[in-house]
């Protein structure tokens, strides 16, 4: 974080720097406007137009991006919880599975002593 602040501060002094050495002013036409100001208030404004040209041309990109993640994110969420019911019904199977397992050993040791009562 600290080291953000640090770029922002050297992009400024930057900027200030440059401001005080391009301070002519030179003439922008535009259709039928013409105005004048100084170089360094001109780059800005065309930075700052472009920027936002750019921000407006890429907004739909970044709000289908945003809706694919919650899409996915709540995709996720649901097969989570379908995961957590189906390991719920695999303990339980697996439970049952060891009590019929269990009784068929108990019936086994049951029948060889009823065998031998017999004889």
Known sequence: MQIMVIFALVIAALAILFAVQNNTP???SFLAWKVESPL???L???????ALISLLASL???TRDKLTV?????KVAELESSLSDHKGKLEEAQKKLAGQEAE???EEIEVPAVKKGNE
Not at 44 to 50: P, R, Y
Not at 70 to 74: A, D, G, V, Y
């Open 104 to 106: 068929k050993e108990m």
């Open 70 to 74: 919650r899409s996915h994110r709540k």
């Open 60 to 62: 739909p990109t970044i």
């Open 26 to 28: 030179v003439q922008v």
């Open 40 to 42: 360094a208030l001109v």
């Open 44 to 50: 800005l404004i065309a930075v700052a137009a472009g």
